[in-house]
DNA sequence: AAACAGGCCTAAA
DNA sequence: TTTAGGCCTGTT
C-alpha cells in the first residue's frame, strides 16, 4: 500500500484526533498507529518525525483526507486564541493536536444516537456490528473492514433487523432517522449551509435526537463550528471551572473546538 | 445485586 | 419550563 507524505504543518496528534471521541471507528494498530474507515474507505494513519502518514495516493488525498481531517484549517492559530481564561488555555494546551474531524454527516447523525447513554467500548461494538451486517465488505492490507451502511440501506429495514446490533431502544430511532434522511424529507447536506441554531432546530425534530446528540451532529457531522455539546463530562466541567450561567458563545466560532479541549481535558482525568 | 452509562421521551407540576 | 421515571443492554 502506498502512503502520502505530509510535512506536519500545524496541530496533528492521532491519538488526540482518534482518542478525544468525535468518532468511533477508529482504532490503534499497536504501531503507533491508527486504522479506521471513514468516508466509505479504510485507511490507516500515523505521524513520524515530523510528517504525518496516511494510507492512498495524491488522489485519495485530495478527495477524501484533506477535507476529512480539515487539513486546510490551521488549528494551532485557533487554538491560541482560546486563551481567555485560565481553564480553557490549559485545556487548550493539553489538547494541542486535535482536531475536528469532517465527518460523513449521515454516519454522524446515526452514530451520535447510538452514543446516547452508553459508553465508547459499547458504542463502538455497536456500530462494528452495523457495519459489518450491512455495510460494504472492503479489503485494505490483507484485512476486511465494513463501509458505514447508506441511510438508504438502513431506511429499507425495520426495526427487528436491528436486533442483533443489541442497541435497544435505539434501533427505532435508527430507522426513523434513515427514512428522515434517505427520503429527502431531511436533507443534511442543505442543513450544513444553515446556522446552529437552525440545525439543531431541524435535528430536534427527529425521534431520538434531543439537544446533546443535536450538537455533536452538527459540530462533527455539519462542520458548523459554534456548536457546543453538553454531556454530563462537559456539565461537570462547567460547574467546577466556569462561572454559573457561562455562555459558551464567548468562543465564538471556535466554540466547538473549546468544547473538544475542556471534554478531553476534563476526561482524561488531569484537573 | 443494584446502579450506572458520553440522553431522550413522556407525563406531571 | 423544569423535574422524575422509564427505557434496552452490558458492565461493575
New binding site residues.
Given amino acids: 500500500m502506498q502512503y502520502i507524505q505530509i510535512e506536519k504543518k500545524d496541530d496533528f496528534d492521532p491519538v488526540k484526533i482518534f482518542e478525544c ?2 468518532c468511533f471507528r477508529w482504532n490503534a494498530d499497536g504501531r503507533g498507529g491508527y486504522v479506521g474507515v471513514a468516508m466509505g474507505r479504510a485507511a490507516r494513519v500515523y505521524t513520524e518525525s515530523g510528517s504525518i502518514f496516511i494510507s492512498g495516493g495524491e488522489e485519495e488525498y485530495a478527495d477524501v483526507w484533506r477535507g476529512y481531517f480539515d487539513m486546510d484549517r490551521n488549528y494551532s492559530v485557533l487554538r491560541k486564541r482560546l486563551g481567555t481564561d485560565d481553564y480553557t488555555a490549559r485545556a487548550a494546551e493539553f489538547g494541542a493536536g486535535i482536531r475536528i474531524l469532517k465527518q460523513d454527516r449521515w454516519e454522524a447523525l446515526c452514530s451520535f444516537i447510538i ?6 467500548p ?2 463502538k461494538k455497536i456500530i462494528e456490528a452495523l457495519c459489518s451486517a450491512f455495510g460494504d465488505e472492503l479489503s485494505f492490507e490483507g484485512e476486511k473492514y465494513h463501509s458505514f451502511p447508506s441511510a438508504e440501506r438502513i431506511a429499507a429495514l425495520e426495526p427487528e433487523d436491528l ?1 442483533v446490533l ?5 434501533a427505532e430511532y435508527i430507522i426513523s432517522a434513515a427514512r428522515e434522511v434517505a427520503s429527502g424529507r431531511l436533507d443534511l447536506d442543505a442543513l450544513a449551509g444553515k446556522s446552529c441554531s437552525e440545525a439543531l432546530a431541524e435535528l ?1 425534530k ?9 450538537n ?1 451532529v452538527v459540530l462533527f457531522g455539519l462542520q458548523i463550528p459554534d456548536a457546543f ?1 453538553i ?3 462537559m456539565k461537570k466541567a462547567l460547574k467546577e471551572h466556569y462561572p454559573p450561567g457561562f455562555d459558551p458563545s464567548v468562543f465564538g466560532d471556535a466554540a466547538g473546538l473549546a468544547q473538544q479541549y475542556i ?1 478531553y481535558y476534563t476526561r482524561s482525568g488531569q484537573e
Fill in positions: 471521541g468525535q452514543s446516547q447513554c452508553n459508553n465508547i459499547r458504542i436486533a443489541r442497541c435497544g431502544y435505539r430536534k427527529l425521534r431520538g435526537v434531543g439537544d446533546k446528540v443535536a455533536c455539546p454531556d454530563v463530562w471534554f
